[in-house]
């Protein structure tokens, strides 16, 4: 796999199933008046993009630069999205059970000195939302809240890792480590850890990803027998139980945030698809090989209903047409989720797809990430999108970025506020 990381899964899982040709410009929807192409909302609108630090997928580009090239990085990333006319950036900076700020609580990352638990001798998360806020950006803090490392050897971990010193709270999976969603103690530890850059730092909003369980790998079992037997009782199954344990995390951060500070959002973004209509009528007319509720355990859609979240950023990295998972069902299926909530609706976009080798016919023609915001724009619900990742905002492959920017920003636009 050429990336690893929140959104590996995605081409494999439904883009294994078929592949098809794009779609044209949408025909308009039934029961929509069509809003016109690049008519945006009003001066509010969300146009984000993630910065992944896992992996040094976006930045740093290397493990081990100096604190100079590092910042010199970071202020470039922000210039492209000032650039670009976007005004949120989605920042990733507890990637794997570390920091890239002070922490009481976790290492610091490998991902910036090379070593786990080095201080690299700067703030990023501090040197981040200063950045951000002088080029009148907004900066959402992104934490993973239970993957420990993308490898699965605790013995890489530096010796003071809270995962060495409980090991009881570590699953090995698929040649990675997790902490165990099933036990309190490793609820309540994230959480704290996440709390303490909310508690400490001028954020913007706090952000999770799609990892809740893992995705599922093939001939291996999450092992949470132990946790299942303590603590499941009172739920039908265990696929119940660790949804239980999901939406506690969810609800219990969403109560840590405001007591906190109350004013700052708390989004997810969750895959694209909750569950497939096939298995539940309430699903989207889908055909993925992941479903969230049913691989990762998170009901996202109850998350949206219940208002336990303040914004959703479904990853709709499909092109038009393609059958398992259409982004021309998708974006409405999430539309009607949303609708009447009071939780905001952003599409997360596959910018990292454009021109990439092996994706469909349809990633290698320029004009279709425009046609998605042609297309969203038609849905009163969805309030902006947010573009998969930094780098390709930066590279702006086959000049996609820039239509979009043509088509659809024709000038800065504030994030929305609540």
């Keep these: 796999m050429a990336r690893i990381g929140r959104r590996g899964f995605v081409a494999t899982a439904a883009g294994a199933l078929a592949a098809v040709t ?10 929509k008046a069509p809003r016109g192409a690049g008519r945006r909302r009003a001066a509010r609108e969300f146009r984000g993009m993630w910065v992944a630090s896992v992996e040094n ?28 006319r976007l005004n949120t950036v989605i920042f990733q900076v507890r990637p794997a059970a570390d920091a890239l700020w002070p922490s009481p609580h976790e290492p610091w990352s490998e991902y910036l000195t090379g070593t786990q638990g080095r201080d690299p001798g700067w703030d990023p998360l501090g040197t981040a939302v200063r950045e951000a806020h002088a ?44 902490y165990n969603p099933g036990l309190p103690e490793v609820r309540a530890f994230v959480q704290d850890a996440m709390a303490d850059a909310v508690r400490r730092y001028d954020i913007d909003g706090v952000h999770f990803d799609d990892y809740f369980y893992p995705y599922p790998v093939a001939g291996q079992v999450f092992d949470d027998d132990d946790a299942w037997a303590r603590h499941g009782s009172g739920h039908s199954d265990r696929a119940a139980w660790r949804r239980s344990n999901i939406d506690l995390l969810v ?31 309430l699903g989207s007319d889908t055909q993925a090989g992941v479903q969230t ?20 950023v479904p990853q709709v990295y499909w092109n038009m047409g393609f059958a398992p998972a259409d ?61 998969f990742s930094a780098r390709e905002v930066t590279a702006d492959p086959l000049g996609a970025m820039t239509r979009v920017v043509a088509d659809h920003y024709p000038a800065r636009a504030r994030a929305p506020r609540r």
């Design 22 to 31: 794009a779609a044209g410009d949408a025909a308009a929807v039934p029961g």
């Design 57 to 84: 997928r976006d930045w740093p580009t290397q493990r081990g630069l100096s604190a100079a090239r590092q910042r010199a990085e970071l202020r470039g990333l922000l210039d492209s999205a000032v650039e670009r």
């Design 135 to 178: 080029r009148g950006l907004e900066l959402h803090a992104w934490f993973n809240p239970y993957r420990v490392a993308v490898h699965g050897d605790p013995t890489r971990l530096v010796s003071s890792h809270p995962a060495r010193r409980h090991p009881e709270w570590v699953v090995p999976y698929g040649g990675k480590l997790y």
């Design 251 to 281: 609800r219990e951060m969403r109560t840590r945030i405001g007591a906190l500070k109350k004013d700052i959002p708390f989004g997810i973004s969750p895959f694209g698809v909750w569950r497939n209509a096939s298995t539940d009528p």
């Design 293 to 312: 509720y049913d691989d990762l355990h998170a009901d996202v859609r109850r998350w949206v209903r219940e208002g336990w979240i303040d914004y959703v």
């Design 327 to 387: 982004y021309e069902k998708l974006v409405p299926w999430w539309a009607s989720v949303a609708a009447g909530t009071g939780v905001d609706l952003y599409i997360g976009e596959a910018l990292y797809k454009v021109g990439a080798e092996g994706q469909p016919a349809a990633w290698h023609d320029p004009a279709e990430l425009s046609r998605h915001l042609t297309f969203a724009d038609r849905y009163e619900e969805v309030g902006g999108h947010c573009f």
